[in-house]
C-alpha cells in the first residue's frame, strides 16, 4: 500500500455531551442535551449525559490513551454552556480553563487538538429565548466563537464551527429525535438558516484575529437511484439536496438548493441575498462525516422528502442499521470536489457500531471494526489518488460513548468503555489503528 500523502493527519474523534459527564461542574450551566436527557421517555434506558465516559475527570488518562495509540490529532467539542452559562454576557472562567488544560495537555503529548465549537449542545438559556428560531443566535454564536478565539487561539490551529447542522435541524427541529425535539416543517428551514448565519459569523470573528484555520463539518451519505425512473431519480435528486446540498451550497457556491423548495412546500422562503452573502465567508477547509450510502427510491408517503432507502441484499448492515459501503466514501471525496472545487478536506468522523464481543483477558476482538476501518482506509486512498486533497483522518470515535437518544446501546470506540467502573480496554481495532498511524498507512 503506497503511503499516504506526507503531512496527513491520522487521529480520532469525539464530541462534549457524548464523553464528558459533568454536566453542571464548576458553574456550566445546562445545555439543551442535559435538558432533553433528563425528560422523561426521551432517551433509551432513561440513559443521561450525567458521567458519560467521566471524560471531564479523567482526561489526562484519555490524552495518554491516545498518545500510545500514536494519536497525531484529537476532534473533540466545546461544551457552550461551559463557557457562557447563560449563553451570552458572563463567562464561566473554571469552563474556559478545562479546555485550556485539555488543549495544554494536548499539545504536551504531540497531539493536535481540533476543536468543534458546536456538536449540538445549545445553551438550555438561549432555547428559551427561541434557539436557532431566533434570528438573533447568529449573534449569540460568534459571541461565543469569541470566546473561545481569544481564549485558545495559537495552541489550536483548526477550527470547525458546525457539526453536521443537517442532523441538528432534521433530527431537533423536524422528527423531535435530538435536542430540542421539536417535530415542525416550518421551523426546520428557519433552524438551517441560522445555523448557516451563525456559521458565517463565526468565520467572520475569525478573521478579525485568528491567525489559523476554520471550517464546517457536514455529515455526507451519497444518493444512488434505486432505479432508472423518473420517479426514482427525482427522488434521489431530492435526498441529495436536502441532506448532502442543503447546507454546502451555500457555504460554498452562495445559493441553495431548488429542490428545498419542492421539500419544504409553503414551509419554504427564500434567502435574502444579505443572508447568502454573510453564510458564504471563504473558509479554509471541509470536514466531511462519512458512514453509508442510500439507494433512493421515490417514496410519496415519506414526508416531507418523499424518498426512501431501499435495502441491499448481501451488504453488510451495522448496529445503527447502516450499509458498510466503502466505495461510497471515493465517490462522495470525488463529487465534493467536482461540485465546491478543490478545497482541502478532512474525514472528520468514519466509524462502525458493531454487536461487540465482550472484554477477555484485558481484550476485546473486533475483527468486523477492523475490516471496515481497512476497508474505509483503502477508499480514502483511492479518492486521494484520483487527485482529492484530503488533509487527515479523524475515527470516530476514541471511546464507546453515549449514541444521543440511543444512550449507550452503540458502541463506536476504538476504546471499550466499562459502564459501571469507567475502565477503558483497547480494543484490537485500536492496536490495528495505531499500527496504521505508525506505519503511516502502510500496514493498511
Ligand atoms: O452516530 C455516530 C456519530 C455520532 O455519535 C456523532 O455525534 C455525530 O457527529 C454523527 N453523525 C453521524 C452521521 C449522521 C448520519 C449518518 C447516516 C445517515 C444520516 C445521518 C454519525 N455520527
Redesign the pocket.
Known amino acids: 500500500m503506497a503511503a499516504f500523502p506526507s503531512g496527513f493527519l491520522w487521529g480520532c474523534a469525539t464530541?462534549a455531551y457524548?464523553i464528558e459527564g459533568s454536566p453542571l461542574a464548576d458553574g456550566a450551566g445546562p445545555s439543551i442535551w442535559h435538558r432533553f436527557a433528563h425528560t422523561p421517555g426521551l432517551m433509551r434506558d432513561a440513559e443521561t449525559g450525567d458521567i458519560a465516559c467521566d471524560h471531564y475527570r479523567r482526561f489526562k488518562d484519555d490524552v495518554a490513551l491516545m498518545k500510545r495509540l500514536g494519536m497525531q490529532a484529537y476532534r473533540f467539542s466545546v461544551s457552550w454552556s461551559r463557557i457562557l452559562p447563560d449563553g451570552t454576557g458572563r463567562v464561566n472562567q473554571a469552563g474556559v480553563d478545562f479546555y485550556s488544560r485539555l488543549v495544554d495537555e494536548l499539545r504536551a503529548n504531540g497531539i493536535e487538538p481540533f476543536v468543534t465549537l458546536y456538536?449540538?449542545d445549545m445553551p438550555a438559556a438561549l432555547d428559551d429565548k427561541g434557539g436557532w428560531l431566533n434570528r438573533d443566535s447568529a449573534e449569540w454564536f460568534a459571541e461565543y466563537a469569541s470566546v473561545l478565539f481569544r481564549a485558545l487561539d495559537g495552541r489550536v490551529t483548526k477550527w470547525a464551527t458546525l457539526?453536521?447542522p443537517?442532523?441538528v435541524t432534521d433530527g431537533g427541529y423536524l422528527f423531535g429525535a435530538l435536542a430540542p425535539g421539536h417535530r415542525n416543517l416550518f421551523e426546520t428551514p428557519i433552524a438551517s438558516r441560522n445555523l448557516m448565519r451563525a456559521h458565517g459569523a463565526a468565520v467572520r470573528a475569525y478573521r478579525e484575529t485568528g491567525r489559523h484555520e476554520i471550517g464546517l463539518v457536514v455529515?455526507i451519505?451519497p444518493k444512488y437511484p434505486a432505479s432508472e425512473s423518473p420517479e426514482d431519480l427525482a427522488a434521489t435528486r431530492r435526498a441529495t439536496a436536502y441532506?448532502n446540498e442543503q447546507y454546502l451550497d451555500p457555504a460554498m457556491l452562495g445559493r441553495c438548493p431548488p429542490e428545498l423548495r419542492d421539500v419544504f412546500g409553503e414551509a419554504w422562503t427564500d434567502w435574502s441575498d444579505d443572508d447568502l452573502a454573510a453564510v458564504r465567508q471563504p473558509i479554509d477547509f471541509l470536514g466531511i462525516?462519512y458512514?453509508?450510502r442510500?439507494v433512493t427510491r421515490d417514496d410519496p408517503a415519506a414526508w416531507p422528502v418523499r424518498t426512501a432507502t431501499v435495502r441491499q441484499d448481501g451488504a453488510f448492515y451495522t448496529e445503527?442499521g447502516?450499509e458498510v459501503y466503502p466505495q461510497g466514501l471515493v465517490d462522495t471525496l470525488v463529487w465534493i470536489k467536482q461540485r465546491y472545487g478543490d478545497i482541502p478536506l478532512y474525514i472528520t468522523?468514519n466509524?462502525v457500531?458493531l454487536a461487540d464481543a465482550p472484554v477477555e483477558n484485558g481484550r476485546l476482538h473486533d475483527p468486523q471494526r477492523i475490516e471496515y476501518l481497512r476497508q474505509h482506509l483503502l477508499a480514502l486512498h483511492q479518492a486521494i489518488a484520483a487527485g482529492v486533497d484530503v488533509r487527515g483522518y479523524m475515527v470516530?470515535?476514541l471511546l464507546d460513548?453515549l449514541?444521543?437518544s440511543l444512550g449507550f446501546s452503540?458502541r463506536?470506540g476504538i476504546v471499550h468503555v466499562d459502564r459501571q467502573t469507567q475502565e477503558r480496554t483497547l480494543k484490537d481495532s485500536a492496536e490495528y489503528y495505531s499500527r496504521i498511524i505508525a506505519s503511516h498507512g502502510r500496514a493498511l
Open positions: 464530541s457524548q456538536h449540538w457539526n453536521e443537517w442532523v455529515n451519505e441532506m462525516n458512514y453509508t442510500a445503527t447502516w468522523e466509524g457500531a470516530w470515535s460513548n449514541e444521543w452503540k463506536f
